[in-house]
Nanobody, 122 residues
Framework: QVQLVESGGGLVQAGGSLRLSCAAS????????MGWYRQAPGKQRELVAT?????????ADSVKGRFIISRDRDNAKNTVYLQMNSLKPEDTAVYYC??????????????WGQGTQVTVSS
């Protein structure tokens, strides 16, 4: 079983910054990719950014140049971060961490965090 613990959400004014973190633990053999998704009220969950085991990143056009995804250099810590700069009211959403990899039994897993609220006031 894999557990994810997210932190770092909150209320911030437009133009401000927040940093989200997500730590994965449990029966993890390896992690292939970690990422962040968000869901605003009345909308579908959407990709924000992902990072693979080798450090390749991908992000939504709406956050390019403002959000940066990264991982602990020590991959054994299994922690992913999302640095969010120049925040806009439209970034308001619940942000979810997602991790995909192999369990100690070498089975694929995909886990979601509990979500953390990010609210950007205008």
């Amino acid at each position: 079983q894999v557990q994810l613990v997210e932190s770092g959400g909150g209320l911030v004014q437009a133009g401000g910054s927040l940093r989200l973190s997500c730590a994965a633990s449990g029966s993890i053999f390896s992690i292939n990719a970690m990422g962040w998704y968000r869901q605003a009220p009345g909308k579908q969950r959407e990709l924000v950014a992902t990072i693979t085991k080798d450090g390749s990143t991908n992000s939504a056009d709406s956050v390019k140049g403002r959000f940066i995804i990264s991982r602990d250099r020590d991959n054994a810590k299994n922690t992913v971060y999302l640095q969010m700069n120049s925040l806009k009211p439209e970034d308001t959403a619940v942000y979810y961490c997602n991790v995909r990899g192999l369990t100690l039994r070498l089975r694929d897993f995909g886990s979601w965090g509990q979500g953390t609220q990010v609210t950007v006031s205008s």
